[in-house]
């Protein structure tokens, strides 16, 4: 009934850059916090970037000043410029959304996941 349609990954080269995009869809009554994660093989899932519904965001101190995340309220999307990318930033992204569902109530909402490949 809700989902998360997540679009924009790809190869690209060290110093290069792609823009993430998320999408949330559905019986949606409001969205509060949307948010990126990555896992890299072989490594926990960490956080990448958060925004609120009020535009507050938080980064991890390794992707600081390389990535941007943003969101536009009327489509209910989130967004992650990433530039600079580093082979390191090399992991699946994933989108995640809280929110309240006009009949499911509060619900964490996590994308498929997209892959970002850094590789020369």
């Known amino acids: 009934q809700v989902q998360l ?3 924009g990954g790809g190869l690209v080269q060290p110093g290069g850059s792609l823009r993430l995009s998320c999408a949330a ?3 949606i009554f409001s969205i509060n916090a949307m948010g990126w994660y990555r896992q890299a093989p072989g490594k926990q899932r960490e956080l990448v970037a958060t925004i609120t519904s009020g535009g507050s965001t938080n980064y991890a101190d390794s992707v600081k000043g390389r990535f ?3 969101r536009d309220n009327a489509k ?3 967004y992650l410029q990433m ?3 580093k082979p390191e930033d ?3 992204y994933y989108c995640n ?3 309240h569902g006009i009949l499911t109530g509060y619900l964490e909402v996590w994308g498929q996941g997209t ?3 850094v590789s020369s």
């Open 68 to 70: 941007t995340i943003s």
């Open 83 to 85: 530039n600079s990318l």
């Open 97 to 99: 959304t809280q929110l």
């Open 5 to 7: 349609v997540e679009s």
């Open 25 to 27: 869809s559905g019986s």
């Open 115 to 117: 892959l970002v490949t």
């Open 90 to 92: 090399t992991a699946v």
């Open 76 to 78: 209910n999307t989130v």
